[in-house]
């Protein structure tokens, strides 16, 4: 049985979906006038996340996230750059699948575009209208959020108490401050669709709620975002679609929490503000940080909480990631022995009952890593026992059966390779041991070469120099592992 924290009750649920073993989810989705920064990677990868272990599940999912490709930032930034709309989001669009893709996030099923539903956003502009729950003023029409009784209702924000918050230097011509935007008319220059009202195009709220109901019906499971699209962009949502269907709009709102970047907001301001491919590219972070890498940092939270962002926690990503794919490592190697199973289908039912009981628990990663993590320590344990190659393997896909769910585990290789040192870097700042970002860190060639001079050392019974040189790895951070046939492998 799987519970969620709903939003909009306040409360965590049992999730019972409209039709059974079929879920229709809608996620909003970026709007493409420039690169993706981390929060909306947490984003994507949260409902990547429940997309995939509701399919583990069972379920059938129907799973549509839009791309908003008409805005004021979009006419901006082409303006800005001279081109079109229509190249301005384009190339955003497929820096958007580029980045995912880097990070392991599944494209949607369904993947709608404002621009391919202009008919859909005026018709339901029009029963709003017709329903007397908006009003045209000069070619805009505007929802009346007082003729809709709930409002506030997911956000649990009074309309009164919004009133008295409101800009003084609001648009006058509404009929009150929070009355928002359904269509605006163009200005010289802005791109424009036909409509009974004015040549012009919509508003932000209305677009998803004309593309979740025209994909998913008017009444659908679940319908999730970040925190920030709680007030008021879903407030609204509600407002304009139950206005309109007199039903029900999506009965499960699920949110994931801010990320914040060594403890303060993310924001340009602050200059801690960054993209993905900024992650992955700028020459300040180190080479060798893998989508996999931030993708176990971004699941390491739960994901309704505040999620903070540094260098150091990306560093305790990839040791923990070294210390799964040691494992596999292990796991790959001949079966010394005929050996057995010892303890190994215990060990693995206890893992899968605590997954998914973590998972069921509100999508809990975290807690799901922590069933993993004492997996692997199970393990660790065991081999030393002996495993034959049958249990090796079933071991193996264990881990890659659960990982999947989380998108972690899938590398046939991985390379053991400590974060290289940013000290000044300008992306950021961790505050770690000076000592410790001093350290320098040498070559495979240069580990290979003492790694050979210590088992000649030991081929002569010169324990002494072996031992110093194990000793000198040590402090470099290198792991040496001694094999039973006398020869010896390191990692970092």
């Given at each position: ?20 073993k079929t879920v229709r989810m809608y996620v909003c989705g970026v709007t493409v006038y420039d690169y993706c920064h981390i929060g909306h990677a947490r984003s994507a990868l949260v409902f990547d996340v429940i997309r995939r272990y509701l399919e583990y599940s069972g379920y059938r999912v129907e799973f ?323 495993f034959s190659t049958g249990a090796r393997n079933t071991a193996r896909e264990a881990f890659r059966s659960l990982g999947q769910v989380l998108g972690l585990f899938q590398l046939d290789s991985w390379q053991f390779n400590p974060i290289k040192d940013i000290r000044g870097s300008d992306l950021l700042r ?40 194990r000793k000198e790895l040590a402090a470099m951070g290198i792991t040496i592992e001694d094999k039973p046939d006398g020869t010896s492998r390191w990692k970092r």
């Amino acid at each position: 049985m799987i519970k969620l924290y709903n939003t909009l009750t306040g409360k965590k649920e049992e999730f019972v979906p409209l039709t059974p073993k079929t879920v229709r989810m809608y996620v909003c989705g970026v709007t493409v006038y420039d690169y993706c920064h981390i929060g909306h990677a947490r984003s994507a990868l949260v409902f990547d996340v429940i997309r995939r272990y509701l399919e583990y599940s069972g379920y059938r999912v129907e799973f549509a996230k839009n791309f908003t490709d008409v805005d004021d930032k979009i006419i901006k930034r082409a303006n800005e750059q001279g081109v079109s709309c229509e190249e301005v989001t384009a190339k955003f669009i497929q820096a958007y699948y580029d980045d995912m893709g880097r990070l392991g996030v599944r494209p949607a099923s369904i993947e709608p575009k404002a621009t391919e539903h202009m008919a859909d956003i005026v018709r339901l502009t029009e029963t709003l209208i017709a329903k007397g729950l908006a009003y045209q003023v000069d070619g805009d029409v505007y929802f009346e959020v007082a003729k809709y009784g709930d409002y506030g209702r997911l956000s649990k924000r009074k309309l009164d108490d919004l009133q008295a918050g409101a800009r003084v230097d609001v648009d006058e011509r509404k009929r009150h401050p929070m009355d928002f935007a359904l269509w605006k008319s163009a200005k010289p220059g802005e791109p424009a669709w036909p409509s009974p009202w004015s040549q012009g195009r919509p508003g932000w709220h209305i677009e998803c709620s004309a593309m979740s109901i025209r994909h998913l019906g008017e009444t659908f499971d679940i319908h999730g975002g970040g925190m920030d699209l709680i007030f008021p962009h879903h407030e609204n949502e509600i407002a304009q679609s139950c206005g309109a269907t007199g039903k029900e709009f999506a009965r499960y709102w699920i949110h994931n929490g801010f990320v914040q970047i060594n403890q303060e907001k993310m924001s340009k301001s602050l200059g801690n503000f960054f993209t993905i491919r900024e992650i992955f590219e700028k020459s300040e972070w180190p080479e060798e940080i893998t989508g996999e890498m931030l993708r176990y940092f971004l699941l390491s939270t739960h994901y309704h909480g505040p999620l903070d962002f540094s260098d150091l926690a990306i560093r305790e990503a990839k040791q923990a990631l070294n210390g799964f794919y040691d494992l596999f490592t292990r796991l790959a190697e001949p079966a010394a022995g005929a050996g057995g199973d010892p303890g190994l289908p215990v060990s693995l039912e206890r893992t899968q009952a605590a997954f998914r009981s973590a998972m069921d628990d509100d999508f809990n990663t975290p807690v799901a890593i922590a069933a993993l993590q004492g997996l692997r320590s199970d393990l660790n344990k065991l081999l030393a026992d002996g495993f034959s190659t049958g249990a090796r393997n079933t071991a193996r896909e264990a881990f890659r059966s659960l990982g999947q769910v989380l998108g972690l585990f899938q590398l046939d290789s991985w390379q053991f390779n400590p974060i290289k040192d940013i000290r000044g870097s300008d992306l950021l700042r961790a505050g770690l041991e000076e000592a410790a970002m001093a350290q320098s860190v040498p070559s495979d060639t240069d580990i290979d070469q003492k790694v050979q001079d210590r088992n000649a050392a030991r081929a002569r019974k010169d324990f002494r120099k072996a031992d110093e040189i194990r000793k000198e790895l040590a402090a470099m951070g290198i792991t040496i592992e001694d094999k039973p046939d006398g020869t010896s492998r390191w990692k970092r």
